[in-house]
T-cell receptor, first 115, second 115 residues
């Protein structure tokens, strides 16, 4: 079975540009999570969807960040405009069931560098 | 408040040595879940184990074993006869009913296994 798929794997952009990260969860999973990993802050939950509905977006840093899940097999995380401090590895994870009770399976991550 | 502490920032061992990674958690809840993930140098997060608070049996999987002790709020991970391929950052995580929307990750322990 295919795992969580993320694209692109690497992204280099200039400050002020729009960045869109994509995620395809494991088929049949109904929970999807976006995380950001940095050396300073570790792994941070940005947003959690259940059945395509955003349930908890308290971790989204600011209005520059937005996330959507138009259907069960696709989600996007958008940063507009991007800033150098957004440089990080962004992970998407999916699980069956509700919330973080169940095991989350992570994608390979998108390494974002904003110059 | 929920919290996961991995006090060992970095551990270095020689191949074939046994090594234990410590994880201490805090929660006021009686129902909670504990997880371990491995992050090898390639960067992906790999699921290792999930344990619920009602199951205190220790678990063994090949060279890996986990010791869950509710009395000390610990969920330690032991690798027996370590190998170079075990070199990675290992994360312990907690979820509980106060906020089932998220994992509380520890800061991780970097394990270096030298040949």
């Amino acid at each position: 079975d295919a795992g969580v798929i993320q694209s692109p794997r690497h992204e280099v952009t200039e400050m002020g540009q729009e960045v869109t990260l994509r995620c395809k969860p494991i088929s049949g999973h109904n929970s999807l999570f976006w995380y950001r990993q940095t050396m300073m802050r570790g792994l941070e939950l940005l947003i959690y969807f259940n059945n395509n509905v955003p349930i908890d977006d308290s971790g989204m840093p600011e209005d520059r960040f937005s996330a959507k899940m138009p259907n069960a097999s696709f989600s996007t995380l958008k940063i507009q405009p991007s800033e150098p401090r957004d440089s990080a590895v962004y992970f998407c994870a999916s699980s069956s069931g509700q919330g973080a009770r169940e095991t989350q399976y992570f994608g390979p991550g998108t390494r974002l560098l904003v110059l | 408040a929920q919290k996961v502490t991995q006090a060992q920032t970095e551990i270095s061992v020689v191949e074939k040595e046994d090594v234990t990674l410590d994880c201490v958690y805090e929660t006021r809840d009686t129902t909670y879940y504990l997880f371990w993930y491995k992050q090898p140098p390639s960067g992906e997060l790999v699921f290792l184990i999930r344990r619920n608070s009602f199951d205190e049996q220790n678990e063994i999987s090949g060279r890996y074993s986990w010791n869950f002790q509710k009395s000390t709020s610990s969920f330690n991970f032991t690798i027996t006869a370590s190998q170079v391929v075990d070199s990675a950052v290992y994360f312990c995580a907690l979820s509980d009913s106060y906020n089932f929307n998220k994992f509380y990750f520890g800061s991780g322990t970097k394990l270096n296994v030298k040949p």
